[in-house]
């Protein structure tokens, strides 16, 4: 019922593996020799979905592994099971920071209650948080970021797309979180031609994360807003939005990816003509850079945010499609730099 995996020795999963048995097993005999000062160690506990998401998840792995290439690092990766519970979740932080990982980073919000059981426990050891600033400590870093900032410039491009006038949002799950790139992108799209409609959906409500981890889901919800009219669709749904990905692809129609820069992920590669863009987080430097930090003896703590002032969130260029869109460009350039100025503030809920 227990699986560590060490990305040493892993190659990328299947979505049916990042599904798989949870991992938080105990401290390994090999851990507990960790005296050694070279032996630096961190361990990332994946959101709902697990690695090979193409998108939020598959994002911190990559900063984990460049931490293990870069640093020399000895790298743990932790899977979530399938409708776990917050106990689940605080036995599988308990073990990894037994292990003498440093830093033990949670990621997605889900992981905050367990975090504030769990961190005061091991005062020594640093305790990341990816999209959550609600719990606080000495020793605790919440990485955050202006979704809806990024979401803004890819309501820009949209609206300057579209040919129907219609445009689609996807979340995954009906949270604040979500609610924000909800609302960037809406805002973006209006700013820039007020006839366009916004279709937004979301394919499961809280306490069911469903939304997160299920493709059909996205799949059904994407050909739903297709048969509205919608000509671009924007998903934030982690895994689930793939789902969306293959079936807007399939009708000709334009995707905007999230987290990620999906046009470059290895498994939408047969749909990944059809992803515009994509609203990216810098995920892989936030967790580079927290394990960074704890490396050098400085870790991170507190609000630890990225916005477009500092590149931490965007729109992917990936796509030569895209970039080849001269007047698209010029008007998602002119909405950054008029955001990072302070000319135009982007709303956080719709």
Known sequence: MRRITRIATVGIMSAALALSVTACG????????????????AAIAYDIGGRGDQSFNDAAYAGLARAEKDLGVKGTEAEPS????????????????RAGNNP?????????????KVAPKFPKITFGIIDDASVTGDN??????????????????????????????????????????EAGYAQGVKDTDPSVKVIPQYLTQPPNFDGFSKPDLGKAA???????????????????GSGAIEAVSKAGKWNIGVDSDQYAQ????????????????????????????????????????YGLDKDGVGLAMSNPAFTKMTEVIAAVDKAKQEIIDGKITVKTAP
């Open 140 to 181: 605790i870093a919440n990485i955050v970021f202006n979704e809806e900032q990024g979401s803004y410039l890819a309501g820009v491009a949209a609206a300057k797309v579209t040919k129907t006038k219609t445009v689609g949002f996807i979340g995954g799950v009906e949270t604040p979180l979500i609610k924000k790139f």
């Open 266 to 305: 290895e498994g939408l590669a047969a749909y990944k003509e059809s992803i515009l863009t994509s609203v990216t987080k810098d995920v892989e430097d936030s967790v580079f850079n927290l394990i960074k930090s704890v490396q050098d003896g400085k870790p991170e703590n507190g609000e630890v945010r």
């Open 222 to 240: 994407a050909q739903g807003q297709l048969d509205k009219g919608a000509d671009v669709v924007y998903s934030a749904a982690g895994l689930a």
């Open 104 to 116: 033990v980073i949670g990621v997605g919000f889900a992981y905050a209650p367990a975090i504030k």
């Open 26 to 41: 105990d401290s390994s005999s090999s851990s507990s020799s960790s005296s050694d000062s070279k032996d630096d160690k």
């Open 82 to 97: 399938e409708g776990e519970s917050d106990a689940d979740k605080v036995q599988r932080l308990t073990s990894l920071a």
